[in-house]
Every structure is written in structure tokens, then in C-alpha cells.
Nanobody, 117 residues
Framework: QVQLDESGGGLVQAGGSLRLSCAAS?????MGWFRQAPGKEREFVAA????????YYADSVKGRITISRDNAKNTVFLQMNSLKPEDAAVYFC?????????????WGQGTQVTVSS
């Protein structure tokens, strides 16, 4: 059974930075990050192939958010800079793409990101 564990969420002021981590048990696979704000649908944020060779971003986060991975630790990171209040959401990592970059087989429990204005 694959398990995905997110960490790194918290409270940050607008303009600040956070780094989210997602540790995956088992094998290495393509992964992605999504987010869901209260009252809104879950939306795609970023994705990375299993070897880190390709990345893909939502237009709303390009230039501010970077996805990366360390396969030796089976961990994917989401570096978020210049955070805005509209970035506040529960962030989920997802693993083993069924249709990269948007659809995945496994999901984490989520980590809360709060951005104060």
C-alpha cells in the first residue's frame, strides 16, 4: 500500500515563503500537488515526472512556486514564494499518475497553508 505524508504547512504572511514536503512509501512515481480552499473545488498546482525531468505548473503559480524531488528520499517538495492570500488552502500531494499531470491513483491527507494579509 502506498502512503503519502505531507508536511510543512503553516501560517505565513503575504509575501512570505513555505516549503511543503511529501514523503512517499514504496516505489518512485510521477507526483503532483493540488490545493483546495474552503468552498472551492480542488485545483491542480504543479506536477513532476518520476525522474524529475519534466515539471508542469498551473498558470496561477508560475514563477512563484517550484516543484522538485529527491528520489533518494522518495520525497517531493513544493517551494512556495511570494505567497498571496489566495494561495491559502489545504495542499494535497498525489502519486502515481494515471493521466499526468492531472490524475493520480494515491493521495495524501493534506497540509494546511494559511496566508495572512
Amino acid at each position: 500500500q502506498v502512503q503519502l505524508d505531507e508536511s510543512g504547512g503553516g501560517l505565513v504572511q503575504a509575501g512570505g515563503s513555505l516549503r511543503l514536503s511529501c514523503a512517499a512509501s514504496g516505489r518512485t512515481f510521477a507526483m503532483g500537488w493540488f490545493r483546495q480552499a474552503p468552498g472551492k473545488e480542488r485545483e491542480f498546482v504543479a506536477a513532476i515526472t518520476y525522474d524529475g525531468g519534466f515539471t508542469y505548473y498551473a498558470d496561477s503559480v508560475k514563477g512563484r512556486i517550484t516543484i522538485s524531488r529527491d528520489n533518494a528520499k522518495n520525497t517531493v517538495f513544493l517551494q512556495m514564494n511570494s505567497l498571496k492570500p489566495e494561495d491559502a488552502a489545504v495542499y494535497f500531494c498525489a502519486g502515481e499518475a494515471t493521466r499526468w499531470p492531472y490524475e493520480y491513483k494515491y493521495w495524501g491527507q493534506g497540509t494546511q497553508v494559511t496566508v495572512s494579509s
